[in-house]
């Protein structure tokens, strides 16, 4: 069953919140975890896939866009909107406005929240919905 941790911003700022994102991919890729990052969209999979390129001099972490053909290589992160190859179950960090499907097959799932009203609202549904399934939550406020 799976896990699901929320961080919680103190900033309205998408940017802030995509920025921690990294820190949180570069963290599992550093701890030998290549997750996937769920996104709503190509283009907020090409921001996050850009910023991974810039956020932080001198890091370097494989990755790249899934559009639904595995990467030559397992030891890659993956970025989409489509559900998590099968290789990329173990983490998966949320950045989509929906849980992932089947999301019993994820072993820990990573929500981060910014504290914009739209934001929070959308966690709050997800939250429900992992609360209802009988997951393991945890909450974590960051910088409050």
């Known amino acids: 069953m799976a896990e699901v941790s929320f961080y919680i ?5 998408a940017q802030e919140r995509y920025e921690f994102a990294c820190k949180l991919i570069e963290k599992a890729y550093r701890s030998g975890c290549f997750c996937y990052v769920l996104t709503d969209n190509a283009e907020q999979s090409q921001k996050i ?8 001099a001198g890091s370097f972490i494989p990755h790249q866009i899934y559009t639904g053909e595995l990467p030559n290589i397992e030891k ?3 970025i989409g909107s489509l559900n998590a190859p099968e290789n990329w179950q173990k983490t998966v960090i949320n950045l989509s406005s929906y849980c992932p499907e089947e999301f019993d097959k994820i072993e ?7 504290n914009s009203e739209a ?3 959308l966690g709050r549904n997800r939250y429900r919905q992992y609360q209802q399934s009988g997951v393991n939550i945890t909450t974590h406020k960051i910088g409050h």
Do not use: N
């Open 9 to 13: 911003l103190p900033s309205e700022s």
């Open 49 to 56: 896939d850009d910023l991974l390129w810039t956020f932080r």
């Open 76 to 78: 890659v992160i993956l």
């Open 108 to 114: 820990r799932i990573l929500e981060i929240l910014d």
């Open 119 to 121: 934001t929070k609202e």
